[in-house]
């Protein structure tokens, strides 16, 4: 099935930046959609980001538009994702997927990393 593993999380204070990276084994990365997810606490699990298996286009939630950019490097197995002009209501853990379709619903993603924590200070 494949494992994708997520890094790059951590604590920053508004205004700043963090790169997220999403590292995938046991599976051709570049047959599959990315996706980023977040989950803040008590709060359901929303769409952010996702990228399709070239790269060659991209789609965000509004929430992001403009202050996040998705990316990958297929012949690093490696997907993305640049967050800028962070804000507290950014905090949750962000979660990278894989799926076959370019969604923004959870559900069309089949494998799912175990989650970073970003947490951002105001």
């Known amino acids: 099935q494949g494992q994708l593993v997520e890094s790059g999380g951590g604590l920053v204070q508004a205004g700043g930046s963090l790169r997220l990276s999403c590292a995938a084994s046991?599976?051709?990365?570049?047959?599959?959609?990315m996706g980023w997810f977040r989950q803040a606490p008590g709060k359901e699990r929303e769409f952010v980001a996702l990228?399709?298996?070239?790269?060659?286009?991209?789609y965000y939630a509004d929430s992001v538009k403009g202050r996040f950019a998705i990316s990958r490097d297929n012949a690093k197995n490696t997907g993305y994702l640049h967050l800028h002009s962070l804000k507290a209501e950014d905090t949750a853990v962000y979660y990278c997927?894989?799926?076959?379709?370019?969604?923004?619903?959870?559900?069309?993603?089949?494998?799912w990393g175990q989650g970073t924590q970003v947490t951002v200070s105001s």
């Open positions: 997927a894989a799926g076959l379709v370019a969604a923004v619903q959870a559900s069309a993603y089949s494998s």
């Open positions: 046991g599976r051709t990365f570049s047959n599959y959609v």
């Open positions: 990228i399709t298996r070239s790269g060659g286009s991209t």
